[in-house]
């Protein structure tokens, strides 16, 4: 039975570094382009689209500013960069948190208590701090 728990470990273990590296990557993109000199080679696509602004226009300069600790400025370019930020921030800890604890989690409480547990708390970390991109997201279906 332990050995059965065990094998599971490894599959969890690779996907949350796995999600660890990618969010490694984003702070990686938002440190190395600057805000001030708009050096970004991916654009926003739904402005490409639709020639206006969104919710998530400048979100990768409110990075850059996030990353080099200019709150303000974070802000002027988007209302929400602080906000998702932070959500990145709280979810590479709790990968990190889950990478270094995963054995004796499942161990102590079972491996499905312990994907719950992790589940739940990332799509209620995800709804609360993604919501104006769902009000959004809504607002336009009702306008098609």
Known sequence: ML???MAR?????FINSVLAAFILLIFLYSAIFSAAKSDYPVRSAQTLLNGAPSESTGLSRGFSSMIRLQFDEAREYNRYSARLFFFFVIQLFLRCFFIFTYSSLVLKTGIRETVLVDSIISGVLLFVFFEPFWREMISMLHQA
């Open 3 to 5: 050995a059965r728990r």
């Open 9 to 13: 470990v490894i599959p969890y273990r």
